[in-house]
């Protein structure tokens, strides 16, 4: 099984991520998260990436497309994947095309979680509030950023995907496990 996740900041992704690599017995591939632990590590790339993420823009296509390139050739992605938040961009789309053509990997599908703008800032604020990790672009001002640079970079990748054949749609703003259903019901329809 090799999905992708596809939607704006707090849709679901990362939540919907874990549920489904438990069923279905293959890893996460959360850009997002990596980026988090290079941070985290202070690495030269974390560093690099904190700036731009705390910003709530895009780390570049260049850096992001290196990490999941690597990530791919590690031994549990044989059996698939989910990759969460992971392509962004059109040219991300078009470089994880070229990345599983080399590697002989097709996708399964790609599932798009829509909610409407309120909920999104009703959740972040909520995260914000509850997790005891501060993120630094889990606030208002940064969000509003992430929302506007979701419709302007990432939008166009529904109708890319919808081109290819390979999108479902999904409402995220039922309960978790009505959201896991629903995304169930678009892989195996
Ligand atoms: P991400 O880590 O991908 O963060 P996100 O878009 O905010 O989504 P996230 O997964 O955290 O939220 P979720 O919907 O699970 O990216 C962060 C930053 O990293 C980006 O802004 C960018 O700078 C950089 N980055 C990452 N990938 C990149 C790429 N490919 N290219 C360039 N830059 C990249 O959940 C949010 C909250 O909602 C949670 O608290 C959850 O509990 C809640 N929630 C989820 N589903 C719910 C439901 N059904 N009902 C109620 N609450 C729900």
Do not use: W
Not at 36 to 44: G, N
Not at 113 to 142: C, F, H, Q, Y
């Amino acid at each position: 099984m090799r999905l992708i996740l596809l939607g704006p900041p707090g849709a679901g992704k990362g939540t919907q991520a874990k549920v489904l690599i438990d069923s279905y017995g293959i890893p996460q591939l959360s850009t997002g998260d990596i980026l988090r632990s290079a941070i985290a590590a202070k690495t030269p790339m974390g560093l690099a990436a904190k700036e731009v993420m705390d910003r709530g823009d895009l780390v570049s296509d260049e850096i992001v497309n290196g990490i999941v390139s690597e990530r791919l050739d590690q031994d549990d992605c044989k059996a698939g994947f989910v990759l969460d938040g992971f392509p962004r961009t059109i040219p991300q789309a078009e470089a994880l095309d070229e990345m599983l053509t080399d590697k002989g990997m097709q996708l399964d599908a790609v599932i798009e979680i829509t909610a409407d703008a309120d909920v999104l800032v009703g959740r972040i604020a909520k995260r914000a509030k509850e997790s005891g990790v501060a993120r630094g672009d889990d606030n208002e001002e940064v969000l509003r950023n992430r929302l506007s640079v979701y419709r302007e970079q990432t939008a166009p990748l529904v109708e890319f995907y919808r081109g290819k054949g390979l999108l479902k749609s999904v409402d995220g703003m039922q309960p978790v496990d009505d959201v896991t259903a629903a995304i169930r019901r678009a892989v195996h329809n």
